[in-house]
């Protein structure tokens, strides 16, 4: 491809936007907004997990890359009814590209979900998601309140990493306390060294802004802004058996670390807020 190429294509029956430029490789889902690959120039080694088992049919979220969580985070909709959808409903709508700038930096689209509006969400907001790749990726999360009322919401930028090996990965920058949601929140000691033997499933209420991932000879490094929380996942071999979209061994070659509000923000008529992610 020559310098700055931007292209589609389909993935069954989902459109995704092919990105290449001289610092970096992506793939962008337009279902769901979602990065699904980035690969910098300067290693050509993939940062993001994707599922083998990943479905491309429209008919759930996909497994891996960089899934956006909103206007809620896992359940935390504040509503009775327990068939609205995890995660919110955004990492299954159609999303449109709005904008795209080349240049030496790299390539920068925006994205912008065909609707906000849906499953009992009561604000009226206005989101879009912009994504920079070059060096690095940056994926930026911006809500605006656009509505006459006052919203709350949560939100994550739910990224599945590679690694080489998830027990012999460490990861660094984390201390202090976390949730555990396997137990039912119960508040524990941040493990240190910081490794992985069994489910993990971690709510960190922190505003931390590095992290790196040490797996074998590699590391990621991760930056967060505009979080409450750094959410770490990973399922582990029983749990992934029960989910369909992932193979029985995709445990051991991901990590999620997740860029998060999970404590609720509030935004008023015309404020916004943007949750970032940068990965490098
Ligand atoms: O963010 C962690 C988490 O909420 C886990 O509890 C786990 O269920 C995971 O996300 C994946 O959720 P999903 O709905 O994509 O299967």
Known sequence: MPKNKVATANRDKIDVVLIENTLASA???????????????????????????AQFDRAKPIRGGIPICWPWFANRHGKSDQNLPAHGYLRQQNWQMRQL???????EITLVPKTTEGFGFNGVANVHLIINVGEHLSVSLRTRNVGSE??????????YFAVEDIRRTRLIGLS???????QQGKICPTPSPYIFHQETDRIHLTQTENLRVESKQQTTQI???????????NPWREKSQTIADMDDSGYTNMLCIETAITRGLTLAPCEDHTLVQRIY
């Open 223 to 233: 930056c967060s802004f505009g979080h409450d929380s750094l959410v770490v996942w």
């Open 27 to 53: 793939e962008v889902s337009l279902f769901g907004g979602q990065v699904l690959s980035y690969v910098p120039k300067r290693d050509n080694r993939e940062r993001l997990w994707l599922s083998k088992n």
């Open 150 to 159: 006052a919203f709350a919401f949560t939100a994550a930028l739910h990224s």
């Open 176 to 182: 202090g306390d976390y949730e555990d949601s396997l």
């Open 101 to 107: 700038i080349s240049n030496d930096q790299g390539s």
